[in-house]
């Protein structure tokens, strides 16, 4: 026998002959030609194995390579050997001990073909990888002989333990040779030959051993026999004698390089799984299907599914400790990647065919301060300087094109809004699938920049405007004020209002283009001789030698210039600028910097007076420096900074002004009125600290606790037996919170009042005039809380107005019954007309300000039944107004 394919279809062919020959002479000749061909195939080939495992030995002077071989020929020996003691013994006894020798010939090779199988080079490289063929191979085999086992309930060719064990070994050992060969991770050609030589080998001695069984009969040398016996007797021997052959061609095949596998190939773990699918599922129906026939399962099929389950779980362990390792390996390897990445001084960018950044390293944190949520997303010019965006669209657009590399120098935004110096190598990595990008390596110039401009420092330029600076603006404010009196001029400082919702909305591209633009039209507003210069920021200011009054008129002409829209490619930005101007001659001796910087100051102030006068014009203002503005803007920086924590800090306080029936004198209700005692401030009325609220962003959270506050005292003077009811103010910006309903329902529940017992007054200058208000009033009468326009008379809200309004209470302002100037009868029939149609709308009414008795007989002339004011009772603490309340008898509104 040898591996020539022409020598073995000739010796297949002529093997095929003897056996059917044998096999139509009977079943004594064809078990006697079946013995002395498979006796003779399997001792040539296995000492052809034998001999070239002894030659890989000698070559490799090692018996790591040589093991596959070594064992495979023992296998095919212990085949040979085994068919003739098995001979031997039938020919000789008519006992069942032929039966015994063909089974132990099976169980023993059996398991050295599959030990040399594995062995083989690139078979199963690594022991875990032998184990989880042979897991895999049991799982599959034990598996489907139990499905067999349940379906045949036990045939009686199996019958005992030694053909079953036979059985067992075989289809396990196939199962194992066919997943070996499958999952080979070099010379898979090879590898399959073996396996299946070795699955060849296996079937054939275990239906050899099976017919074997069957042929002979007790008391008899050999039984009758039948024609399937002789048949399958020729099948096993011809399955006998080729399997040795293919098992000898792919050794020969298989060689013994070192290799690098990949792990998943090398562990057979990801791919082998789904092997273990269908036998599993087979099992699982065919044991559903025999328990709803009403089968039982005897002692053979549970231990049959106990071992299944066992290899299935021993597998699923192996698996899983294989993807521990696996991710162990992965995470190793991301961190050492991710080492090397965030350690590198330069950052590395990845961007995609549309130049958007797809990726950054972590050295653009470290580096530059910026965050992925400031860069991932947008295109890589956006983050230049605008200056410098237009040459660096064009250096990618160059890469894209075919270039290589290209060295791009750029300004570069940092996370902190600073304008940083940059030199980055781009290179086209598209072609790469593990980036598929433009990748942009950025580096840190501004060492080398910083020098560059500190040589050129001496032109006192804005590096963005090209304006003057803030250093050369002071030192000219200095130099002018050295002038003679009549020249010394005046300084304007404007600051664009709104100016940080463009970056936020329109990004810092078009915010830079707006300070550019903004630059050139106070360029063009300012004569030749004047001096304007960029502050910082969105701050610019303006040095002329022009008298203060035609100072004016230049920051009027300013202002103007500044309320133009911005129209810029993609966007139309609206702003606004306040100017303040103040005189040199004015300004004391500003010599040197701290003087001109005073200067500055107070030009700031005058422009920080007109956006205070300008709130709610679309136009910017233009106001002077006078003394009284730096006092009360001292005043107000001082509420600034310390009405945030006022409500942590107890500096808050709530008075209460009964509201009395003017008939009888009695109190029906109470309004909550908000006081801030402040150590060092004193009192601050509520007209002067609640606007600053509102501008912080304090309003909410000021209303909310004065809100509890009222319905805390409410609850405590209701369950004293005093019936009243209690009005709290609140502000248009509360009003329109989306909140503001939750926050009343919550109140009047947390502190058990009735809700009809609660008033929400909302001042008649603040009621915003669209449906938005209607539909909170709406709201809160729907809570079962009455609400109230507070001060009418004093704002826009028309007499028709009341129709649509869903309020019930109107307190109507001083200025309607009040005598007018010079006169002494009262003055107007206006109140009669209020009073009138809001009896005809179902509105109650309540005076204010009722400081006199001419008030009061006014108010109830004209039908208006309660009122408040100092005549009846001041604003006074919670205790006072219980007193008040303990000499006169409350009543219901």
């Not at 299946?196 to 040398?221: D, K």
């Not at 991710?338 to 590395?348: E, H, I, M, P, Q």
């Not at 549309?354 to 653009?364: C, F, G, H, T």
């Amino acid at each position: 026998m040898v591996s020539n394919p022409r020598m073995f279809w000739l010796v297949l062919v002529t093997a095929v002959a003897a056996f059917s020959a044998a096999a139509s002479a009977g079943p004594v000749l064809s078990f006697g030609a079946v013995a002395a061909g498979v006796i003779v195939g399997s001792l040539v080939h296995a000492v052809s194995l034998i001999r070239l495992a002894l030659r890989i030995h000698h070559g490799r002077s090692d018996f790591g390579p040589c093991r596959g071989a070594g064992f495979l020929g023992m296998g095919a020996l212990f085949t040979g050997a085994g068919v003739a003691v098995t001979g031997f013994v039938a020919l000789t006894t008519s006992t069942a001990a032929p039966g015994v020798a063909a089974a132990v010939t099976t169980l023993v090779a059996a398991p050295t073909f599959l030990l040399g199988l594995l062995l083989l080079p690139g078979t199963a490289p690594t022991v875990r990888a032998r184990l989880r063929r042979l897991l895999d191979g049991a799982g599959i085999g034990v598996t489907l002989c139990y499905s067999v086992w349940v379906l045949a309930a036990a045939t009686s060719v199996l019958t005992g333990p030694l053909p079953l064990a036979v059985a067992v070994t075989c289809c396990v050992s196939v199962s194992v040779a066919v997943v070996a060969g499958l999952r080979a991770v070099r010379h898979r050609p090879a590898a399959l030959a073996c396996a299946g030589g070795s699955a060849l080998s296996i079937v054939g001695l275990g239906l050899f051993t099976v017919l074997l069984a069957e042929l002979r009969r007790p008391g008899e040398p050999f039984g009758p026999g039948a024609g399937w016996v002789s048949a399958g007797l020729a099948v096993a021997g011809l399955a006998l004698v080729a399997g040795p052959f293919l098992i000898l061609a792919g050794a020969r095949r298989a060689d013994d390089a070192p290799t690098r596998p990949h792990a998943a190939d090398a562990g057979g773990t990801l791919a082998g799984y789904p092997l273990l699918i269908g036998p599993a599922l087979l099992a699982v129906a065919v044991s559903v299907t025999h328990l709803l026939t009403g089968g039982r399962f005897d002692p053979v099929a549970v231990g049959l599914g106990v071992a299944a389950a066992v290899a299935v779980a021993c597998r699923e362990g192996l698996a899983a400790r294989d993807i521990r390792r696996y991710a162990r390996t992965l995470a190793t390897r991301e961190a050492h990647f991710r080492a090397l990445v965030a350690g590198s001084t330069d950052v590395a960018i990845v961007l995609d065919a549309e130049l958007v950044v797809r990726w950054q390293s972590p050295a653009a944190a470290r580096q530059f301060g910026l965050s992925d949520q400031d860069v991932l997303g947008r295109p890589l010019t956006d983050l230049l300087h605008p200056a410098d965006a237009g040459p660096a669209g064009e250096a990618l657009r160059a890469v894209l094109a075919g270039r290589q590399h290209v060295l791009l120098q750029a300004r570069l935004r940092d996370g902190f809004g600073h304008w940083r110096d940059t030199e980055s190598t781009i290179s086209d990595q598209r072609a790469a699938p593990e980036v598929a990008g433009v990748v942009v390596h950025v580096r840190d110039v501004g060492d080398r920049a910083q020098l560059q401009r500190s040589l050129d420092e001496a032109t006192w330029t804005d590096d963005q405007t090209r304006l003057a600076n803030r250093r050369r603006f002071l030192a000219a404010v200095a130099e002018a004020h050295r002038a003679p009196a009549a020249e010394a001029g005046c300084v304007l400082v404007a600051e664009l209002d709104r100016f940080e919702s463009v970056a936020d909305l329109h990004g810092p591209t078009v915010a830079d283009a707006v300070l550019i633009e903004a630059a050139r039209r106070l360029r063009a507003a300012v004569g030749p001789e004047d001096l304007p210069a960029r502050l910082a920021g969105a701050g610019f200011a303006v040095l002329t030698g022009a008298p203060l009054v035609h100072a004016f008129a230049l920051a009027t002409r300013v202002a103007t210039a500044f309320a133009e829209p911005f129209h810029l490619p993609g966007h139309t930005v609206h702003l606004a600028a306040d100017v303040g101007v103040t005189d040199l001659r004015g300004a004391g001796h500003p010599h040197g910097a701290a003087g001109a910087e005073d200067v500055l100051r107070r030009a700031d102030i005058a422009r920080r007076r007109a956006r205070q006068l300008s709130r709610g014009r679309d136009g910017g203002r233009v106001e002077c420096y006078d003394e009284s503005f730096e006092a009360a803007l001292v005043r107000r920086t001082d509420l600034e900074q310390q009405l945030p924590g006022v409500v942590g800090r107890g500096e808050l306080d709530l008075v209460f002004q009964p509201v009395v029936d003017l008939g009888s004198r009695l109190p029906a209700g109470v309004e909550a009125l908000l006081r801030w005692r402040h150590p060092r401030l004193g009192v601050v009325p509520p007209h002067e600290f609640l606007p600053v609220a509102e501008e912080l962003g304090l309003a909410d959270e000021l209303g909310e606790w004065a809100l509890h506050q009222a319905c805390r005292q409410l609850s405590r003077w209701r369950a004293d037996g005093r019936d009243l009811w209690m009005s709290v103010n609140a502000s248009a910006r509360q009003l329109a919170a989306p909140g503001w309903l939750a926050t009343v329902a919550t109140a009047v529940d947390t502190h058990c009042v009735p809700a009809e017992s609660l008033i929400i007054e909302v001042a008649e200058a603040a009621l915003p005039d669209d449906t938005g208000a209607v539909e909170q009033l709406a709201g809160l009468r729907a809570l079962g809380v009455r609400t109230a326009i507070d001060h009418f008379g004093t704002g826009p809200t028309a007499l028709a107005h009341l129709r649509r309004l869903p309020v019930d209470v109107l307190k109507i302002d001083q200025v309607l019954f009040s005598e007018p100037a010079g006169q002494r009868a009262p003055a107007t029939p206006i109140v009669d007309v209020v009073v009138g149609l809001a009896r005809r709308l179902g509105i109650d009414v309540v005076a204010c300000g009722l400081e006199t008795e001419s008030h009061v007989d006014v108010v109830r002339a004209a039908g208006c039944r309660l009122g408040q004011g100092y005549l009846l009772s001041r604003p006074d603490h919670a205790e006072h107004v219980e007193a008040y309340l303990e000499r006169h008898r409350a009543r219901l509104f």
